[in-house]
């Protein structure tokens, strides 16, 4: 199984960027999808979880501006990310639970300046 995770940039406060993580090498089926951040100095942090019903959890700080979904035909999982600010500046991962396994994407850096 392999994670690929893309979208990452530099953009402004108050812009938006949307994460694309594509699944590979299994039937598009995880038990569980989820977006991970870490930023410099800091432990990784769980942004948001998309479970294989569709149910979603955020952390606080992100509700009501990111949102998480999957496309299974594509099998492809998205962040869609709105009203940037600065601390959301980190490396952002995509993780996904198979078969009580846990898989890694490579990380997308996700830059906001003030």
């Known amino acids: 199984v392999q994670l690929q995770a893309s979208g990452g940039g530099l953009v402004q406060a108050g812009e938006s960027l949307r994460l694309s993580c594509a699944v590979s090498?299994?039937?598009?089926?995880?038990?569980?999808m989820s977006w991970y951040r870490q930023a410099p100095g800091k432990q990784r942090q769980l942004v948001a979880t998309?479970?294989?019903?569709?149910?979603?959890m955020y952390i606080d700080s992100v509700k009501g501006r990111f949102t998480i979904s999957r496309d299974n035909a594509k099998s492809t999982m998205y962040l869609q990310m709105s009203s940037l600010q600065p601390e959301d500046t980190s490396v952002y991962y995509c993780?996904?639970?198979?078969?009580?396994?846990?898989?890694w994407g490579q990380g997308t850096q996700v830059t906001v300046s003030s």
């Open positions: 090498g299994n039937s598009f089926s995880p038990n569980a």
């Open positions: 998309i479970t294989r019903g569709g149910s979603t």
């Open positions: 993780c996904a639970l198979i078969g009580g396994s846990e898989y």
